[in-house]
Nanobody
Framework: QVQLVESGGGLVQAGGSLRLSCAAS????????MGWFRQAPGKGREFVAR????????DYADSVKGRFTISRDNAKNTQLLQMNILKPEDTAVYYC???????????????WGQGTQVTVSS
């Protein structure tokens, strides 16, 4: 089992920045990738970014490319999502997730954090 605990999030004005953190514990050696998803009110869960645990390869949704940066610290079993130039449409609950595969589908992520609210005001 893997446990994920998120921190960060909050309220920010459009154009501002926030950083999300996700600490993993348990059988992290079984993981291939970690990612972030988000869910806005009335919408489905959306892929945001992913990073491979071993070599740090990254991938982003087109909607956040160039504004968000995902990174990881293997020694601390932590991944980060730096979010810059935030827009009102980025408002959502953000979830940290972990997977044994390389995927953008939420169904392929076995472990999830509790979610953290990000609100961007216009």
């Amino acid at each position: 089992q893997v446990q994920l605990v998120e921190s960060g999030g909050g309220l920010v004005q459009a154009g501002g920045s926030l950083r999300l953190s996700c600490a993993a514990s348990g059988r992290t050696s079984s993981l291939f990738a970690m990612g972030w998803f988000r869910q806005a009110p009335g919408k489905g869960r959306e892929f945001v970014a992913r990073i491979s645990w071993s070599d740090g390869i990254t991938d982003y949704a087109d909607s956040v490319k160039g504004r968000f940066t995902i990174s990881r610290d293997n020694a601390k079993n932590t991944q980060l999502l730096q979010m810059n130039i935030l827009k009102p449409e980025d408002t959502a609950v953000y979830y940290c997730a972990a997977s044994r595969t390389w995927s953008t589908w939420s169904e392929n992520y076995e472990y999830w954090g509790q979610g953290t609210q990000v609100t961007v005001s216009s």
